[in-house]
């Protein structure tokens, strides 16, 4: 089982910036994609930006140039730098990690998510 704790969420003004963590922790064999989405109220949730255990990133074109993921696999933690934050970046942000164990068996997991409120 593993588990994927958020930290970073706030309030801050539009062109501000925020650093978004997500710790997993528990019994970690491999952990492959980890990412960041987002869901705005009354809106489905989103792909914000994925980063493979090999470092191969992909965003969503709306945050392309604004926003940076990362990840520390010695510490099993992704991070998301947003910069330049805008209103329309309002939303709770979850993190997602894909986990293959010992036996090549992947679940994915999901974070509590976390709220990031952008004020103009």
């Known amino acids: 089982q593993v588990q994927l704790v958020e930290s970073g969420g706030g309030l801050v003004q539009a062109g501000g910036s925020l650093r978004l963590s997500c710790a997993a922790s528990?019994?970690?064999?491999?952990?492959?994609?980890m990412g960041w989405y987002r869901q705005a109220p009354g809106k489905p949730r989103e792909l914000v930006a994925v980063i493979s255990s090999g470092g191969r990133l992909n965003y969503a074109d709306s945050v392309k140039g604004r926003f940076t993921i990362s990840r520390d696999n010695a510490k099993n933690t992704v991070y998301l730098q947003m910069n330049s934050l805008k209103p329309e970046d309002t939303a709770v942000y979850y993190c997602?990690?894909?986990?293959?164990?010992?036996?090549?068996?992947?679940?994915?997991?999901w974070g509590q998510g976390t709220q990031v409120t952008v004020s103009s």
């Open positions: 997602k990690a894909t986990h293959v164990d010992d036996v090549g068996v992947g679940r994915q997991y």
């Open positions: 528990g019994t970690i064999f491999n952990l492959s994609a």
